[in-house]
């Protein structure tokens, strides 16, 4: 077994010279740069993430009225679903772009609309003829004729479309399906 000397084991460090007053400065001056160059990077990276997330918070929902077809179509007191074209289709949206309701004419010129969409986590609801029910497969909410809850766990009434009878022709307003 060898043994090494001290000297070898215990190397003395290797004392800089002190910085002067101009390398002082120099260091604060690029420790600052960094410092700005970092917030402005992070700015220009975060603004338009924080644009992407309020955008629609200023903007105005799409709305516009879509035929869905002659009066004479619709046979008084019977519930049809029908499908629409949404307020704003994107280009490659296919068939995303179109929307659904249940359509019921209650009088000469009066039509009642109620979304497909149950009003608990947006399941399509049903409509049975047979019992007068809106009916939602998901969890079990269950709609009387006229869209209040009956049973299930539905926290309100399914939504209602506006809807209009203009030049002989049943219109619908398409409007987005809220999330609330």
Same mark, same amino acid.
């Given at each position: 077994?060898? *043994?090494?000397?001290?000297?070898?084991?215990?190397?003395?460090?290797?004392?800089?010279?002190?910085?002067?007053?101009?390398?002082?400065?120099?260091? *604060?001056?690029?420790?600052?740069?960094?410092?700005?160059?970092?917030?402005?990077?992070?700015?220009?990276?975060?603004?338009?993430?924080?644009?992407?997330?309020?955008?629609?918070?200023?903007?105005?929902?799409? *709305?516009?009225?879509?035929?869905?077809?002659?009066?004479?179509?619709?046979?008084?007191?019977?519930?049809?679903?029908?499908?629409?074209?949404?307020?704003?289709?994107?280009?490659?949206?296919?068939?995303?772009?179109?929307?659904?309701?249940?359509?019921?004419?209650?009088?000469?010129?009066?039509?009642?609309?109620?979304?497909?969409?149950?009003?608990?986590?947006?399941?399509?609801?049903?409509?049975?003829?047979?019992?007068?029910?809106?009916?939602?497969?998901?969890?079990?909410?269950?709609?009387?004729?006229?869209?209040?809850?009956?049973?299930?766990?539905?926290?309100?009434?399914?939504?209602?479309?506006?809807?209009?009878?203009?030049?002989?022709?049943?219109?619908?307003?398409?409007?987005?399906?809220?999330?609330?």
């Amino acid at each position: 077994m060898t *043994q090494k000397s001290d000297s070898a084991a215990h190397v003395a460090p290797v004392e800089s010279p002190p910085a002067t007053a101009a390398e002082l400065a120099r260091r *604060q001056f690029l420790g600052k740069m960094s410092l700005t160059l970092g917030v402005v990077g992070g700015a220009a990276i975060s603004v338009p993430g924080v644009g992407f997330v309020l955008a629609p918070l200023f903007r105005d929902a799409p *709305q516009a009225w879509r035929s869905l077809g002659k009066i004479d179509a619709f046979a008084l007191g019977a519930t049809v679903n029908v499908v629409f074209l949404d307020a704003s289709p994107l280009p490659w949206a296919g068939v995303t772009a179109k929307s659904a309701a249940w359509l019921r004419r209650t009088g000469d010129e009066e039509f009642v609309a109620f979304s497909v969409n149950c009003a608990h986590l947006g399941c399509p609801v049903r409509w049975m003829a047979d019992a007068d029910l809106f009916m939602c497969p998901c969890h079990g909410g269950v709609y009387y004729a006229d869209g209040r809850g009956a049973a299930g766990p539905p926290p309100h009434p399914l939504r209602q479309y506006p809807v209009r009878v203009r030049n002989g022709e049943v219109e619908i307003s398409a409007e987005p399906i809220p999330l609330k």
